[in-house]
């Protein structure tokens, strides 16, 4: 089962940042944090990951508490390409471990 | 210079019938994977290889097999097919520790 509870959906004006919350308050210390998306009918798609530590990369920003009971996704320049479900995994410190994926969050962008 | 590509991209069969879906990656990964994605887009993991052995599975039925001629592929083979095996299949690869790439997926429909 997923250990992850995300709101079913959120929508954001194209061009504002998209701010996406997650929980994790199960996490372990040797979890990661992962986000995927999927475009409609596409397979799921790599955007970031992280342990305690902010994360920032081309796509998104990565912001999880201290406690690492939560985190929240930053696209910071949300456009409408970016209307995906988002799904936010936390993933064991393994070689070849898992994804067990939540039903994520549809973020709609609307122009 | 497709990442990782399955064939067919639909396949449309009758109940009984016993049919194959093809995974290559071109990343040079070593770990390759096959996930289940149902009809409420639950997408759940079925098996996984590492260098053609197989390291995890996801109490699937027999009749799902597959088979990883060289760590660049890695094929499913489902036998006596069954309504409730419609879905879309999605194979994805990656290196130990490191994210996963996802193929385009197949989408099954068993009549």
């Known amino acids: 089962d997923a250990k992850t509870t995300q709101p079913p959906s959120m929508d954001c004006a194209e061009g504002r940042a998209a701010n996406l919350p997650c929980n994790h308050s199960t996490i372990s210390g040797n979890e990661y944090v992962y986000w995927y998306r999927q475009i409609h009918s596409q397979g799921p798609q790599y955007i970031i990951h992280g342990l305690k530590n902010n994360e920032t990369n081309e796509m998104a920003s990565l912001i999880i508490t201290e406690d690492r009971k939560s985190s929240t996704l930053i696209l910071p320049h949300a456009t409408l390409r970016d209307t995906a479900v988002y799904y936010c995994i936390v993933r064991e410190a393994g070689a070849n471990s898992k994804l067990t994926f939540g039903k994520g969050i549809t973020l709609s962008v609307r122009p | ?111």
């Not at chain 2, 396949?11 to 096959?34: A, F, P, R």
């Not at chain 2, 590492?50 to 027999?62: A, F, H, R, S, Y």
Request: proline share 5%.
């Open chain 2, 1 to 111: 210079d497709t990442a990782v590509s399955q064939t067919p991209k639909y396949l449309v069969t009758q109940m009984g019938n016993d049919k194959s879906i093809k995974c290559e990656q071109n990343l040079g990964h070593d770990t390759m994977y096959w996930y289940k994605q149902d009809s409420k887009k639950f997408l759940k993991i079925m098996f996984s290889y590492n260098n053609k052995e197989l390291i995890i599975n996801e109490t699937v039925p027999n009749r799902f097999s597959p088979k990883s001629p060289d760590k660049a592929h890695l094929n499913l083979h489902i036998n006596s097919l069954e309504l409730g095996d419609s879905a879309v299949y999605f194979c994805a690869s990656s290196q130990p520790y490191n994210e996963q790439f996802f193929g385009p997926g197949t989408r099954l429909t068993v009549l």
